[in-house]
């Protein structure tokens, strides 16, 4: 059985930075494209970021791009968000995503993805 647990969320001021974390089990994880969702209250789930199987290809919703860093540790079956320069429209629940693809040649929207976590929750103060 798939489990995919995020962590790293919280509470934090505008112009501050959080990392969040997302361990998966139950899947070959290097098999896996894997991605990050985001719903804010009262909107539909974004795309936010993605990375390719091994990491050498990375893809960013514009509104984040240059300030969020996907990255993973296949040895660890873990995958990272280090969101920078945080702002109060980066509030939204972010809920980290696999999808089981051949091809990576565009930002996944949430349709792409297989199997999701409970989501972690991030708020930005002004």
């Known amino acids: 059985q798939v489990q995919v647990l995020e962590s790293g969320g919280g509470l934090v001021q505008a112009g501050g930075s959080l990392r969040l974390s997302c361990t998966v089990s139950?899947?070959?994880?290097?098999?896996?494209?894997m991605g990050w969702v985001r719903q804010a209250p009262g909107k539909e789930r974004e795309g936010v970021s993605c990375?390719?199987?091994?990491?050498?290809?990375?893809e960013y919703a514009s509104s984040v791009k240059g300030r969020f860093t996907i990255s993973r540790d296949n040895a660890k079956n873990t995958l990272y968000l280090q969101m920078n320069s945080l702002q109060p429209e980066d509030t939204a629940m972010y809920y980290c995503a696999a999808a089981k693809r051949s091809i990576l040649s565009r930002l996944l929207v949430p349709a792409d993805f297989d199997y999701w976590g409970q989501g972690t929750q991030v708020t930005v103060s002004s």
């Open positions: 139950g899947l070959t994880f290097d098999d896996y494209v």
């Open positions: 990375i390719s199987w091994r990491g050498s290809r990375t």
